[in-house]
């Protein structure tokens, strides 16, 4: 998977997500937990993060797809032309967990502040 691309305060972010294995072939994620974290500092623990999904519910486990949302209102206090470092984690249910990437990403500047 490829980092995200920078985005724009105030959007509404969708992440789909297909979990393969090192051949390309989907996995199954019944019963996993995929995270995603997105905060100021690397270091700061995860009761401390700007952002942070969980999702058990995938749109297709058994194909491995799944789907991580961020609303408007919670991408709504990003500080505009700042980095946030963020990740997606998924953990299956026999306790295996992968960090799926790790990067940073740049919150723009939106022009239209009306909602």
Known sequence: MAGIPDFYRGDTQIYELTITDENGNPVDITGATVWFTLKTDKSL???????????????????????????ADET??????????????????NGDVFTLIADKVKILEDVTKSS
């Open 45 to 71: 623990p995860d009761n401390e993060a700007v952002i942070q999904k969980v999702v058990t519910d995938h749109v297709d486990p058994a194909n491995g797809k799944t789907k991580v949302v961020l609303t």
């Open 76 to 93: 709504a206090n990003l500080v505009p032309n700042t980095y946030y470092f963020y990740d997606f984690q998924i953990k299956f249910q």
